[in-house]
């Protein structure tokens, strides 16, 4: 049988241009200091604090052949709860992170379907971050897996799965209206592939705004960037290029010291080619949104 | 004398019966056995044949092996110029230089580039044409059967035709172009056959607002910032006519080129769509300068076939069709081998053991069975799909294709029978030739692979189809896809299956009813 014909082709390469849109061009760094004057912006979770979030990603990713247009739908909603256990001897926040309920969608094309994620709901792992909030490392020892079908890169680790957590701010004291740019390029591991993701991103601390009844500095963020990976996946050697823009908004409330809501909205235009015996160089475009917002 | 006569009565009495029973012959079952079958796919899946890649010193080398053994059964050769192979190429196709665009737009020069604006198609002829008028031609659609046609009205003689992808009310269920399927008219290639009909010197491709895509959509690797040495797109030559020069442009170049027409591309696309009526015109402000090259190479790739002719005189032009690819993945690195026992020596291994059972039978069955060894289907069924575009006999003569693709593995009574809502009386006949001489479990939940061998390119033709699987292992597409792993005797029950359906198919009046599901 045919397994990577070009419907089956369009998912995993969808997958893959997914993967790699998420992974580098978002916004890396924030803001800092009193919201007039400037000052720096910190997470804080003390051993045993609690924060639980919703987080809901919705993805449409499209690919054509020939002429012929296939569209797939992803869709992962996840509650966590990131409970504060100490630091690390570099003054980094270690967590526990639990999650409290987890669907993930996949529908589009026949012969797809949605994962069984049934030993999510109530998994623990490690999540250590910095004060600023970037991902220092997610820890699952238990490595659940998520099998995502023969079509879709076979088992992944659930560790792959999560993209987004807390919004990473800025190391630098900032004020309300300030603007500055980060240019950052860094390399990430995706389905096999080493992936460049090279970004730039003009950040705008745009207003002070009550969410949710904490008053909150809104972030803007604009990237532009790219992503320029290779290796191999189930066998086959596999190089993406693609653009991806992305404007993110985060509401950080600055005297709790914690991420209050972000609302992110990705699109990239790419090509997957697959070298070698199976050989198809595919367009993938890709539309996602992603919320997190903080329940309690 | 008298008990002579009587035995003669009686074995003539026997003779008609046989000529016209749907039992299956004992000689015919018996004759497909695990032990052969293994052997198959022993040969087939060893490393000396390397995975089979299409294409591949390997793969000619099982195709001379099948031929081989279909003469050795008594088939004849069924491609009248290649005898047991049918040839088709496969195009290695590379983007050459120059490939350029530009466009006078009120007597202003406007250059595109190549990748962010435009980019030529995979169909397009080498060649130029400058300074050409333009006119728009909405779907470059001319579909007499739903009263629609682009070219009512305008002139394309000499001209570059602008044309949406797709066809009209794409998403509408109520559209006269069946629905949201697409028909034929959605294609390129239809659409660039009817340009060339209508004496157009060029097609641009124009995304429709709805479009995802605000670049072109590439598939050229050439493009890419760093391309892969080793990837050179390759694909199946379906058409050797002639051609014209392609390209498909971007969102924000297909702006600029329709306003000249005092339109947007929505007002266009939306007029169409909502009247299901053509809104074609010339754009007199407009002309463009298009060169596209392309440079390649053809390889040629058979399919092995061999008939086994029917033997009643009117229905032996009907035909019923057995195959399975033989091709696989290849290897990787020059190193690893992928085997590919179960996908698909063994689908090959049941067509060669039931083409014998037939050949065994001692009397043909009255209509004709054409056996087929598809190359290329792992590439795109490119094997399958060509056959069906350039088919040796009548597909509309072809009653049914019963498709082997790995019949090996997971060890059950089981064997999924894919695609049997395309006839009722196919499945039925399947079903009693089961019950009657195989006793194997008939699965039916695996129709989510429709769309995944050989027997699609049939389908797609209206005719009826059954796809014989004993679905995925943890093998599958891997280097450890390999014979030790096969189950024999459950093989070869599937290709008893196989001939048993194919017998009855063959000897029954009526020929299957199909039935378009999707």
């Not at chain 2, 797709?166 to 269920?173: K, R, S």
Request: with cysteine.
């Amino acid at each position: 049988m045919k397994k990577i014909n070009l419907r089956t082709m369009s998912i995993l390469v969808t997958g893959i241009a997914l993967a790699a849109a998420l992974s580098g061009c978002g916004p890396k760094n924030g803001i800092v200091g009193d919201p007039v004057k400037g000052m720096a912006l910190a997470y804080s979770l003390g051993e045993g604090q609690s924060l639980t979030y919703s987080s809901s990603i919705t993805t449409t990713m499209n690919t054509e052949q020939m002429g012929q247009a296939f569209t797939i739908d992803q869709g992962q909603d996840i509650e966590f709860t990131i409970t504060g256990q100490g630091k690390d001897s570099e003054g980094n926040y270690i967590s526990a992170l639990k999650f409290d309920a987890y669907t993930q969608t996949m529908e589009g094309v026949p012969g797809m379907q949605s994962p069984d994620v049934s030993d999510v709901p109530g998994h623990v792992m490690e999540y250590i971050f910095s004060p600023q909030g970037k991902r220092i490392a997610l820890n699952d020892p238990d490595t659940v897996m998520i099998d995502l079908g023969q079509m879709n890169g076979g088992p992944q680790p659930l560790t792959a799965m999560i993209q987004v957590l807390l919004a990473s701010l800025p190391k630098d004291v900032k004020k309300i209206g300030d603007t500055w740019t980060d240019t950052r390029q860094d390399t990430t591991q995706r389905m096999g592939m080493d992936v460049i993701n090279s970004s730039e991103t003009t950040y705008t601390i745009e207003t002070e705004e009550t969410v949710n009844g904490y008053k909150c500095l809104k972030i803007l963020a604009e990237t532009t960037g790219t992503i320029d990976g290779s290796g191999e996946t189930q066998g086959m050697q596999l190089t993406i290029e693609g653009d991806v823009e992305t404007t993110t908004t985060v509401y950080f409330a600055y005297m709790e010291q914690k991420m209050v809501k972000q609302v992110s909205e990705s699109f990239s235009e790419s090509t997957v080619v697959v070298s070698g015996p199976v050989n198809m160089t595919q367009p993938v475009v890709t539309e996602s949104k992603i919320t997190v917002e903080l329940v309690k | 004398m008298r008990k002579r006569l009587v035995l003669l009565t009686l074995w003539c009495g026997f003779c008609v019966l046989q000529g016209f029973s749907q039992t299956v012959p004992a000689t015919g079952i018996d004759s497909i056995t695990p032990e052969e079958m293994k052997a198959h796919v022993v040969f087939l899946a060893s490393d000396q044949m390397r995975g089979r890649n299409t294409p591949s010193p390997e793969l000619d080398s099982c195709a001379s092996f099948i031929a081989a053994e279909f003469a050795s059964y008594g088939l004849e050769p069924a491609d009248p110029d290649h005898g047991y192979y049918q040839v088709f190429n496969l195009l290695r196709t590379r983007l050459g230089t120059p490939n350029s665009f530009s466009a006078r737009i009120s007597g202003m020069e406007k250059e595109y580039t190549i990748k962010n604006d435009f980019v030529p198609n995979h169909e397009t002829g080498n060649g130029s044409v400058t300074d050409a008028p333009v006119v728009f031609a909405g779907y470059g659609i001319t579909a007499p059967e739903y009263g629609y046609d682009d070219y009512t009205g305008i002139d394309a003689k000499g001209k570059v035709v602008m044309v949406f992808k797709n066809e009209p009310q794409a998403d509408d269920p109520a559209s006269a172009f069946e629905g949201t399927k697409n028909t034929d008219y959605a294609q390129f290639r239809v659409k660039i056959d009817n340009a060339l009909d209508h004496g157009a010197a060029g097609i641009v491709f124009l995304p429709d607002p709805g479009d995802p895509f605000r670049r072109p959509p590439n598939s050229w690797p050439s493009l890419l910032r760093n391309p892969p040495e080793d990837a050179v797109p390759m694909t199946l030559e379906t058409h050797t006519g002639k051609t014209l020069i392609c390209i498909t442009v971007g969102k924000k170049a297909a702006e600029e080129l329709i306003a000249v027409s005092g339109k947007t591309v929505a007002e266009l696309f939306e007029g169409i769509d909502s009247s299901g009526k053509p809104m074609s015109c010339d754009i007199p402000g407009l002309s463009v300068s298009i060169t596209t090259t392309l440079k390649g190479d053809k390889i040629p790739v058979n399919n092995v076939v061999g008939l086994w002719e029917g033997r009643d005189p009117q229905l032996k032009d009907e035909l019923i069709v057995i195959g399975g690819h033989y091709d696989h993945v290849g290897v990787q690195n020059d190193t690893i081998i992928f085997n590919g026992a179960d996908d698909n020596a063994s689908g090959t291994a049941g067509v060669l053991e039931i083409a014998e059972a037939f050949s065994e039978a001692g009397v043909h069955p009255r209509r004709t069975l054409l056996f087929i060894a598809f190359a290329g289907e792992e590439k795109g069924l490119y094997g399958s799909r060509f056959y069906a575009e350039h088919p040796l006999f009548p597909l509309e003569n072809t009653v049914a294709m019963l498709n082997l693709d790995m019949i090996s593995r997971n060890d059950s009574n089981e064997v999924a029978v894919i695609g049997t809502r395309s006839s009722t009386s196919l499945k039925e006949i399947n079903e009693k030739a089961n019950a009657e001489y195989v006793h194997l479990d008939l699965g039916y939940d695996q129709e989510r692979y429709f769309l995944q061998s050989d027997h699609y390119s049939f389908y797609k033709k209206n005719v009826p189809v059954i796809f014989y699987n004993t679905r995925d292992t943890p093998d599958l597409h891997k280097p450890t896809d390999t014979s030790d792993k096969i189950i024999p005797e459950k093989m070869a029950k599937i290709g008893r299956l196989v001939f048993a359906t194919a017998w009855i198919a063959a000897e029954r009046q009526e020929r299957p009813d199909f039935v378009k599901f999707r």
